[in-house]
């Protein structure tokens, strides 16, 4: 895993280079990630995912994809430990307060500011109405991150292990009530062998290939 950005390149064609955060950048982005944010940790990852990869590129979709599955294995929220993890890799301890303020101050003063309006208008039909209205949105954007995510794993694994794996991952879920934080770590440890064996076996094809 990659925790250093890359060097530019100048090269026609090649990825474009990955960009060292600033701390207005990281301000910014934490902020918005912590006012738009709705529904709890997870599902700000797409918010945290465009900051990251999309709109600034400090890191790679894969490297997001790591960080994520890491995060979601350690204990505390995801959302303060994807934001600590963006400041730190850009500017270092003081990076990593920084987001991390950022991402929680304006949700803590709005949510201490309004929450005697919050309980007022708590039994209002409108609210309610708009609350509900949101929650599918939440939705579509989990399931497109998945989708991709989903997407990528199945190019790198082949079509057949891809949805084998899918498939003892939703048992392990949804069956058997596993501990999420358990079967990423199983998937983590299985995906360094799986890596391994796959260097392994591209060594032998080569060198069968040279004779």
Same mark, same amino acid.
């Given at each position: 895993?990659?925790?250093?950005?890359?060097?530019? +390149?100048?090269?026609? /064609?090649?990825?474009?280079?990955? %960009?060292?955060?600033? !701390?207005?950048?990281?301000?910014?982005? $934490?902020? %918005?990630?912590?006012?738009? @944010?709705?529904?709890? #940790?997870? +599902?700000? $990852?797409?918010?945290?995912?465009?900051?990251?990869?999309?709109?600034? %590129?400090? *890191?790679?979709?894969?490297? &997001? /994809?790591?960080?994520?599955?890491?995060?979601?294995?350690?204990? @505390?929220? *995801?959302?303060?430990?994807?934001?600590?993890?963006?400041?730190?890799? =850009?500017?270092?301890?003081? =990076?990593?307060?920084?987001?991390?303020?950022?991402?929680?101050?304006? +949700?803590?003063?709005? $949510?201490?500011?309004?929450?005697?309006?919050?309980? !007022?208008?708590?039994?209002?039909?409108?609210?309610?109405? $708009?609350?509900?209205?949101?929650?599918?949105?939440?939705?579509?954007?989990?399931?497109?991150?998945?989708?991709? &995510?989903?997407?990528?794993?199945?190019? @790198?694994?082949?079509?057949?292990?891809?949805?084998?794996? &899918?498939?003892?991952?939703?048992?392990?879920?949804?069956?058997?009530?596993?501990?999420?934080?358990?079967?990423?770590?199983?998937?983590?440890?299985?995906?360094? &062998?799986?890596?391994?064996?796959?260097?392994?076996?591209?060594? %032998?094809?080569?060198? #069968? =290939?040279?004779?």
């Amino acid at each position: 895993m990659n925790t250093h950005a890359p060097p530019n +390149s100048s090269q026609p /064609g090649d990825t474009p280079a990955y %960009r060292q955060a600033t !701390y207005s950048e990281l301000s910014w982005a $934490m902020i %918005r990630t912590g006012v738009l @944010g709705y529904g709890g #940790g997870p +599902s700000v $990852m797409p918010l945290f995912r465009y900051e990251a990869v999309t709109r600034y %590129r400090w *890191i790679s979709d894969d490297e &997001f /994809g790591e960080i994520l599955a890491l995060g979601n294995a350690l204990p @505390g929220p *995801i959302a303060t430990k994807m934001a600590a993890y963006l400041g730190y890799r =850009g500017k270092g301890i003081p =990076g990593a307060i920084l987001a991390v303020i950022a991402h929680i101050l304006p +949700s803590s003063i709005a $949510m201490i500011l309004l929450l005697s309006a919050v309980a !007022y208008l708590s039994n209002s039909k409108i609210i309610q109405g $708009m609350i509900a209205a949101v929650v599918p949105v939440i939705a579509v954007m989990l399931g497109v991150m998945a989708y991709e &995510f989903g997407e990528k794993a199945v190019k @790198g694994l082949g079509k057949t292990l891809g949805i084998i794996l &899918f498939v003892i991952v939703f048992i392990l879920l949804q069956v058997l009530n596993v501990h999420a934080a358990i079967v990423i770590a199983l998937f983590l440890l299985y995906g360094a &062998f799986h890596f391994r064996l796959v260097q392994r076996l591209r060594e %032998r094809r080569m060198n #069968g =290939g040279e004779r």
